[in-house]
């Protein structure tokens, strides 16, 4: 019995109707124009955005991936942001509003995804601005709390470690996350000194200067590391 569906495939690879003598498929040119780019380009802009919200640049990619000359990219996305289809400045606030809100994530790991999705960089920082200081350490130390409750019973360096690492994961600067993690653990500067003075083993951590940052400032996603980032002044 026959495994393919509407007809067998002949050794050549060509599929071949029941009855029907092999025919040879037609070549394809990449390079023969399309009848008419403008409508290709807006089948795939409308039929991505019926699944999901995009930005320009997503768009846009999708296009030339299929080949639409980029006259028509142009034009068709041109006509979406005219009619409000396409808006990266609503794309970047609902982006920030519901991943800082569901996920808890910090400015620059808002940033670094938009910046992904190919939104313009004056548009990310607008975006990303709107975030009050002060709702940035809310949503962190919310998110140590309840993770905390997890780690309760390890030791103190373990937990100090863990919980530094789950907020560097979601873009904190090192300082505000030592800080916070510190105040939710209840770890004064002495006990922290005497972890520190550990010699930072497997559940350990190492001091540094308080000017000390994150891989140098930059959020590189969830395999940035932190280390020696613990200011004892504070």
Same mark, same amino acid.
């Given at each position: 019995?026959?495994?393919?569906?509407?007809?067998?495939? !002949?050794?050549?690879?060509?599929?071949?109707?029941? %009855?029907?003598? !092999?025919?040879? !498929?037609?070549? @394809?040119?990449?390079?023969?124009?399309?009848?008419?780019?403008?409508? @290709?380009?807006?089948?795939?802009?409308?039929?991505?955005?019926?699944?999901?919200?995009?930005?320009?640049?997503?768009? &846009?990619?999708?296009?030339?991936?299929?080949?639409?000359?980029?006259?028509?990219? +142009?034009?068709?996305?041109?006509?979406?942001?005219?009619?409000? $289809? @396409?808006?990266?400045?609503?794309?970047?606030?609902?982006?920030? +509003?519901?991943?800082?809100?569901?996920?808890? $994530?910090?400015?620059?790991?808002?940033?670094?995804?938009?910046?992904?999705?190919?939104?313009?960089?004056?548009?990310? &920082?607008?975006?990303?601005?709107?975030?009050?200081?002060?709702?940035?350490?809310?949503?962190?130390?919310?998110?140590? +709390?309840?993770?905390?409750?997890?780690?309760? %019973?390890?030791? +103190?360096?373990?937990? $100090?470690?863990?919980? @530094?690492?789950?907020?560097?994961?979601?873009? #904190? !600067? %090192?300082?505000?996350?030592?800080?916070?993690?510190?105040?939710?653990?209840?770890?004064?500067?002495?006990? $922290?000194?005497?972890?520190?003075?550990?010699? %930072? =083993?497997? =559940?350990?951590?190492?001091?540094?200067?308080?000017?000390?940052?994150?891989?140098?400032?930059? #959020?590189?996603?969830?395999?940035?590391?932190?280390?020696?980032?613990?200011?004892?002044?504070?």
């Amino acid at each position: 019995m026959s495994g393919s569906f509407g007809g067998r495939r !002949s050794a050549a690879g060509r599929r071949e109707g029941p %009855g029907r003598a !092999s025919e040879p !498929s037609e070549p @394809v040119d990449p390079a023969e124009p399309m009848a008419d780019p403008t409508s @290709v380009a807006r089948s795939i802009g409308l039929n991505l955005l019926d699944a999901a919200p995009r930005t320009r640049a997503q768009l &846009a990619e999708a296009m030339r991936k299929r080949g639409v000359p980029e006259d028509a990219v +142009t034009s068709v996305l041109d006509r979406f942001e005219e009619v409000g $289809l @396409v808006n990266d400045e609503a794309f970047a606030n609902a982006w920030v +509003t519901s991943r800082q809100a569901g996920r808890g $994530l910090a400015p620059r790991a808002l940033s670094n995804e938009l910046r992904q999705r190919g939104v313009p960089e004056p548009v990310i &920082a607008e975006a990303v601005g709107r975030v009050e200081s002060d709702d940035v350490e809310a949503t962190a130390r919310d998110l140590v +709390t309840r993770r905390a409750r997890a780690t309760a %019973g390890l030791p +103190t360096a373990v937990r $100090l470690r863990r919980l @530094v690492a789950l907020l560097n994961r979601k873009g #904190y !600067s %090192g300082e505000l996350a030592v800080r916070v993690v510190r105040e939710v653990l209840a770890v004064d500067a002495d006990e $922290l000194a005497d972890i520190e003075g550990g010699g %930072g =083993g497997a =559940g350990g951590v190492r001091g540094a200067g308080s000017s000390d940052v994150v891989a140098g400032g930059r #959020y590189d996603g969830p395999n940035d590391v932190v280390v020696g980032i613990f200011d004892r002044g504070h």
